[in-house]
């Protein structure tokens, strides 16, 4: 079975420029999570989808940060524009609530950001 | 809201050797799930080992075991047989136990094994 996909691994930007992150989450998994991981920090939530429904973005910066998961299955994370404290790791995650583990949240590698 | 803490930026053990990391956690609920996930150099996130506070006797996974201390809110991970592929950054995590809730971690265990 595929794990949660993302791309691209690595993205190197100016600042004031826009910046999309894509995920595929592991097949039949309802709920996807977008993480923020900052460097020598663990990973903090910026939203949380239920299907195609955004349930918990209390997190995200909405000037700047947009995301959509339109017909529940991958998603789209947007930065525009990007500043230079942007530079980061972003990790998206899903679960299931069939999981007979529990709901045990399953992470992709991660999109390394740097923002010059 | 939910804190959790690793007091514990770096840790070292020899090749074959026990070591534990240490997490402790504050939260007013009475049920609940602790994690441990290791964060290789690759930067993939790989789940480790899982309790339930409801649950009293301290989870096991192979070489890794929990001292689960729910009175005194500490959640410790005991490596045994420590291994060079260990060698990563370990994470301690709190979930609550509704559906989908979101994961809150500590601030990491950078755990190295020599040879």
């Known amino acids: 079975e595929a794990g949660v996909v993302q791309s691209p691994r690595y993205k190197i930007i100016e600042k004031k420029q826009p910046v999309a992150f894509w995920c595929n989450p592991i097949s039949g998994h309802n709920t996807l999570y977008w993480y923020l991981q900052n460097l020598g920090q663990g990973p903090e939530l910026l939203i949380r989808y239920e299907n195609e429904e955004a349930v918990d973005d209390s997190q995200l910066p909405k000037d700047r940060f947009s995301a959509e998961r339109l017909k529940g299955v991958d998603s789209t994370l947007k930065i525009q524009p990007a500043e230079l404290g942007d530079s980061a790791v972003y990790l ?12 045990t949240q399953y992470f992709g590698p991660g999109t390394r950001l740097l923002v010059l | 809201a939910q804190t959790v803490t690793q007091s514990q930026p770096e840790m070292s053990v020899q090749e074959a050797e026990t070591v534990t990391l240490s997490c402790t956690y504050d939260t007013s609920e009475n049920n609940y799930y602790l994690f441990w996930y290791k964060q290789p150099p690759s930067r993939q996130m790989i789940l480790v080992i899982r309790q339930e506070a409801y649950k009293q006797q301290n989870a096991t996974e192979n070489r ?13 991970l005991k490596i045994s047989d420590s291994q060079l592929g260990d060698t990563a950054m370990y994470f301690c995590a709190f979930r609550r136990l509704f559906s989908g809730s979101r994961l809150t971690f500590g601030e990491g265990t950078q755990l190295t094994v020599n040879p």
């Open chain 1, 92 to 103: 998206c995650a899903s679960s299931s609530n069939r999981d007979t583990e529990k709901e």
């Open chain 2, 64 to 76: 890794f075991s929990v001292n689960f201390q729910k009175a005194a809110k500490s959640f410790s």
